[in-house]
């Protein structure tokens, strides 16, 4: 029973990570006010570079990478529209999904099936010899440890630094923030690359580690559930890694259910849970948000910045 | 220097008319590059698409096919687009409608008379998809759920239960293991045309986009629906109940996706399989956007992007290049014209120097 539990625990973890970096990268660009509903689609590019690129230098860390610039690349195609031409940031945003969908599918054709090099689990030692905490959180890929770190990192860095307080300013206030001498176009064109660069991440992990290989909309719904987890979490990457877990965790339980052969609950429904949950989990959380009259959103997000002359 | 963007004092009108014919060139431009970068030839490429698409009068009534569900999913997506409420979910309506519709034609056609079949089938699948909406709707309505998320997510739910039922419960079982239904009994087969596949879905289509257009342009709860759109502070002024108007489009907005997916069962694949989930619902989302949400221009953006669809499918035969690239131009086509707008009504603006 105590190794189910372990076992539960441990691929709750890893079916969270995509969607934890995605949603930290999410949360980055939106509390510089730039809405990006390309997720999605960038996590695709990210995970078809970093298999393409792994295959061809045969080196894991060149195809992450790899990954997450294009991952970042992608994003500023939307910084360019949202940003410096003030479009419409949601249809931009779904563009982008649809674009990378489809490039992702085109370019990725000679790919599927292939086998290529894959992070395998490994211990880190000594964490890895505490009992149960070890053998959950540190018998893993090694593209999941840096999300350890990158949580309260992203954390710290968004409420107790400068720069922080700098990108919330420019999305929250823009005006106020520009008179004070930040620049706003800097500030989400960086933000908007991070955001997209962790997505791209998100993509790596995907097709090197959790599902190694390459196989077309892989991510399979992952990108929206991450922008889900931005609003749950309210733009904080504490609770957002929280919503990850819960997410990992009906994953998880989905796995072990029909590992185990348990038939109390059919099979399709379990493949539903993550995604009716996520709406749930939205709804309760708006609702609640909504009672306490704090939602949490950055005042100017999706708004473009436009100085006055 | 400096270049930025400065309002023109008047918004360039000549620019309208050329603004998706000059988009579509620069989006044919980057996929040049593609079809390059894969080692095709783009020329022969994009000779070999118009030749799918437009070469002979059945390649032409193919295009009108694929037009037809894209019509109604563009008007289910740029109905709600009207009250700015965006409906991600016209894929998961499309199946939602496609399994309701069906489900009446392999169940209970025999007690319905015969005359009345594919009318019973076309309410179910209206019904199906308007349900599925509403979920979004509601949550939108009662709770301030974002819509763009929960309607999106009930795709993948839609698509799950759908390929539960052709895998299980609704599996042919003369059908040796092809993951489908059984085939529709012959009256719920919906008429075609000309001796080509084009079908009853394309009038219904047709008739759908004249009832939104009518319904925007004259209709006192179009003007509603309008006014929501443009300004929600007014609307509220007004004492226009949004509540209800939501509920009411998405119930609409769905039932409109759901009967592109009955059409598309009934019309073309004769029963439910994996063909039904294919993307209309998303590509919708594009016609909507390009065709600015108005109806007439909805239908002719339904047409050429159908045929970008054939000629997609044409060079994946020919010169098997993955058909994806359609998605890919459309995908760009929607970026140029994003960015093409915003120079009608700005203009780019050079400054020497430092600031």
Not at chain 1, 5 to 20: D, E, G, N, Q
Not at chain 1, 233 to 240: G, S
Request: with cysteine; proline share 4%.
């Amino acid at each position: 029973m105590e190794s189910a539990v372990i076992l539960i625990a441990k691929i709750t973890i890893a079916s969270s990570m995509a969607v934890l970096y995605a949603t930290i990268g999410e949360i980055f660009a939106e509390r510089s006010g730039v809405l990006n509903l390309g997720v999605e689609g960038m996590m695709l590019i990210g995970a078809l570079t970093a298999f393409a690129t792994t295959e061809s230098f045969q080196s894991l860390w060149v195809g992450t990478l790899a990954a997450m610039l294009t991952g970042g690349v992608f994003a500023l195609i939307h910084g360019f529209f949202a940003i410096t031409l003030r479009v419409n940031q949601v249809v931009s945003g779904l563009a982008l999904t649809l674009f990378g969908i489809g490039l992702s599918d085109f370019l990725g054709r000679p790919f599927i099936g292939k086998v290529s090099l894959k992070f395998e689990p490994f211990g880190l030692f000594p964490l890895d010899k505490i009992p149960v905490v070890g053998q959950v959180f540190f018998i893993q890929s090694a593209l999941v440890y840096p999300a350890y770190l990158l949580v309260p990192l992203a954390y710290i860095f968004l409420f107790k630094t400068r720069y922080g307080l700098q990108l919330r300013a420019v999305g929250e206030n823009p005006s106020a923030a520009d008179t004070v001498g930040i620049s706003v176009f800097a500030t989400r064109y960086l933000y908007t690359f991070i955001g997209g660069a962790l997505a791209g991440l998100g993509g790596a992990y995907l097709s090197l580690s959790y599902t190694p290989g390459w196989k077309e909309q892989m991510s399979g719904g992952q990108g929206w559930i991450a922008i889900a987890l931005v609003i749950f979490a309210m733009w904080d990457p504490l609770k957002a890694a929280g919503g990850a877990l819960l997410f990992g965790f009906i994953n998880a339980f989905q796995f072990y259910c029909q590992a185990a052969g348990l038939t109390v609950i059919p099979s399709y429904i379990l493949r539903m849970l993550p995604y009716l949950f996520t709406i749930g989990v939205l709804a309760v959380i708006t609702h609640w948000k909504a009672a306490k009259k704090r939602v949490g959103a950055p005042e100017a997000l999706g708004i473009p910045f436009e100085r006055e002359q | 220097m400096r270049v930025g963007l400065k309002k023109r004092l008047r918004p360039l009108n000549w620019s309208r008319y050329l603004l998706i014919p000059a988009s579509i060139l620069m989006a044919l431009f980057l996929g040049a590059l593609l079809f390059l970068y894969v080692g095709v030839n783009p020329t022969r490429a994009y000779l070999e698409m118009c030749k799918g698409a437009f070469g002979s009068f059945y390649n032409f009534s193919e295009v009108l096919v694929r037009a037809t569900p894209l019509i109604l999913c563009g008007l289910s997506v740029g109905l709600a687009g009207k009250m700015l409420i965006w409906n991600i979910g016209a894929e998961g309506q499309l199946v939602i409608g496609g399994i309701a519709g069906s489900g009446v034609a392999l169940f209970l056609s025999s007690h319905i008379p015969p005359p009345l079949v594919i009318p019973a089938m076309l309410a179910a699948g209206f019904l199906g998809g308007a349900c599925w909406g509403l979920i979004p709707g509601l949550l939108k309505a009662r709770l301030h759920v974002n819509e763009i998320i929960t309607s999106l997510l009930l795709n993948y739910v839609a698509i799950m239960w759908l390929e539960h039922l052709y895998f299980g419960p609704w599996r042919d079982p003369a059908g040796r293991g092809f993951p489908g239904t059984a085939m529709l009994p012959d009256g719920a087969w919906f008429p075609r045309f000309w001796g080509t596949r084009i079908h009853l879905g394309l009038l219904i289509g047709l008739g759908a986009a004249a009832l939104i257009w009518f319904l925007l342009s004259y209709m006192r709860w179009g003007y509603e629906i309008r006014v929501i759109g443009a300004n929600l502070q007014a609307a509220r002024y007004a004492r226009i109940n949004i509540t209800r108007n939501i509920l009411w489009v998405m119930a609409i907005s769905g039932g409109l996706a759901g009967l592109a997916g009955i059409c598309e069962t009934a019309g073309i694949h004769y029963r439910l399989q994996q063909g039904l989930a294919v993307g209309n619902g998303y590509v919708g989302i594009v016609v909507a956007w390009l065709g600015k949400l108005r109806p007439g221009a909805i239908v002719l953006i339904s047409i050429l992007l159908g045929g970008l669809m054939v000629g997609g499918d044409q060079v994946q035969i020919t010169l098997h290049v993955p058909s994806a690239i359609s998605l890919v131009l459309q995908g760009a086509i929607l970026f140029c014209v994003l960015g093409g707008q915003i120079f009608q009504e700005y203009e780019l603006h050079v400054q020497h120097g430092k600031r």
